[in-house]
């Protein structure tokens, strides 16, 4: 049997990683079997429906690196793929069960359904009562004819139990006194959800479900029309929500569903914050899930060798920024040079970095950034001189003081001005001078850079600065400081 898995979103503008979650695991569970993956839009509910939603789907699977070979966009046998498009496909099928005994007409008004809802007791939940499922057959045709208006109930068995497998859950059983007459075609003609879900699903030859687990007590409802046509249930998946970490007013830590207060949780979010998509990614798809052995990084071709259904857990996984964050760098870490600079490029031009420092910065930055949104605030010096307090130049370790910094500045100053401006030129120039003075290397070290730089923290050290910022600029900058502490 070939496997064909299909990521089935409903357009609301808005990718949660738990979304995309979903569409990883469904593409990963086609590609490891070497199947197919199928994009369907459910927009059937068009309350919800919000405008250019539909090209956020395609930019989210396409910047994820998830491919589609079938969908709205590249097509394919089982078309069309927009739920909008199908309506009138679903109707049939309904029809079909109707003339089998196994749905029905419902006509019953809006104004009795409300009654019977509003009976209900405080907590009790009433279905619908069944009213018009054994109809006699002379009712049933003269409400047509008087053009009543109805709606196609499915009859649910009254009793025993139903039992289906899911993949991550189990076994699962329900007394089917639970099952409601669900509607399958609304009154004006158009399917249900859960209806032209199920259709769509077994027209598109769809073998294995991938969702949310909060599709786990509406899958019983599925399996009952399944049945009902006689049709094969497919594989199901569903996956246990991703939580999120926080701490309440009394410091007690709390695990949630994850939302916006937890962190971004939209996919186009954290790439605004700097996260890269394949690290994104290889996050989530850990998020859940367990390879047989203890790695960590994985690209997507190695995640498709690896992925099984086996090794995803039913324990809710907690989304921990800080492990994005490591994964990140990681990522940072492995890349050419050539995509390390792509990638910083965009807040070098900001920063107005040229193109001749851009290996100093690579080898400074590499080891020190998680996110290459860090660069700006990172390189920030570099743009202006900060009006800085002179008790930057005070620092115990280095065991620099302000007349250290005096005395160390007004020797580097004329010696830094007839040097040649390289890194190691002027590595050695401030190391010979630290030896002439028979000081450690910090006491000359320490007051060029922060007068150089104006801030305390800068990735890269002294020399560093100096290069990056040129030699003019350096210099001015390096008398402004021995003004102030002069003053
Ligand atoms: N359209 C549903 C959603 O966005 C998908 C349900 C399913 O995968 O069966 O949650």
């Not at 009790?124 to 069944?130: A, K, L, P, Q, T």
Request: glycine residues 8%; proline residues 4%; contains cysteine.
């Amino acid at each position: 049997m070939k496997i064909r898995t299909r990521f089935a979103p409903s357009p609301t503008g808005f990718m949660h990683v738990g979304n995309l979650r979903t569409a990883l695991y469904e593409y990963l569970t086609a590609r490891h079997g070497g199947g197919s993956f199928i994009l369907r839009i459910e927009d059937t509910d068009r309350e919800r429906y919000v405008e250019g939603a539909t090209d956020i789907i395609y930019k989210t699977l396409e910047t994820a690196g998830i491919s589609h070979d079938e969908g709205p966009d590249v097509g394919g046998d089982y078309g069309p793929y927009v739920q909008s498009e199908r309506l009138g496909l679903y109707k049939p099928y309904a029809e079909q069960l109707v003339k089998e005994g196994k749905a029905y007409r419902c006509f019953c008004s809006k104004e009795r359904l409300e009654a019977l809802r509003s009976s209900a007791k405080e907590g009790e939940v009433i279905g619908y009562d069944r009213h018009c499922r054994d109809l006699p057959e002379e009712e049933i045709e003269a409400k047509l004819a008087a053009g009543v208006p109805y709606v196609i109930r499915q009859k649910s068995p009254l009793t025993g139990e139903s039992t289906y497998h899911d993949c991550v859950y189990g076994d699962i059983t329900i007394p089917n006194e639970e099952l409601d007459d669900q509607i399958l075609i609304k009154a004006d003609g158009y399917p249900t959800y859960n209806f032209a879900n199920v259709i769509d699903d077994h027209t598109m030859g769809i073998t294995h479900v991938v969702r949310g687990s909060e599709y786990l007590s509406s899958t019983p409802k599925y399996n009952a029309l399944y049945e009902a046509f006689g049709w094969e249930i497919p594989t199901y998946i569903h996956l246990p929500l991703i939580m999120g970490k926080s701490v309440d007013e009394n410091g007690e830590t709390v695990v949630s569903k994850l939302s916006k207060r937890h962190g971004s949780t939209g996919f186009f979010d954290l790439i605004e914050e700097g996260f890269l998509p394949e690290a994104i990614i290889n996050y989530i798809a850990l998020l859940g899930w367990a390879p047989a052995d203890t790695r960590e990084i994985f690209s997507m071709d190695e995640l498709i060798e690896a992925f099984d259904i086996n090794g995803i857990s039913k324990s809710p996984s907690v989304f921990d920024y800080d492990k994005l964050e490591w994964m990140n760098a990681e990522y940072i870490k492995a890349m050419s040079s050539e995509e390390f600079n792509e990638n910083a490029k965009p807040y070098y031009d900001r920063l107005g970095i040229k193109e001749e420092h851009y290996a100093l910065l690579e080898e400074m930055l590499k080891p020190r950034i998680t996110r290459f949104t860090q660069i700006e605030e990172k390189l920030e010096f570099l743009k202006s001189l900060a009006d800085y307090d002179i008790s930057l130049y005070e620092h115990k370790k280095s065991k620099s003081t302000r007349e250290t910094s005096i005395d160390a500045l007004t020797a580097a100053i004329p010696l830094l001005e007839e040097c040649n401006w390289e890194r190691d030129a002027i590595t050695e120039l401030l190391m010979n001078l630290a030896a002439s003075k028979e000081v450690k290397n910090a006491i000359i070290m320490w007051p060029v850079r922060i007068a150089a730089a104006g801030v305390a923290v800068t990735p890269g050290g002294c020399s560093e600065v100096l290069i990056l910022l040129g030699k003019d600029e350096a210099l001015r900058r390096l008398k402004i400081g021995l003004e102030k502490l002069q003053a």
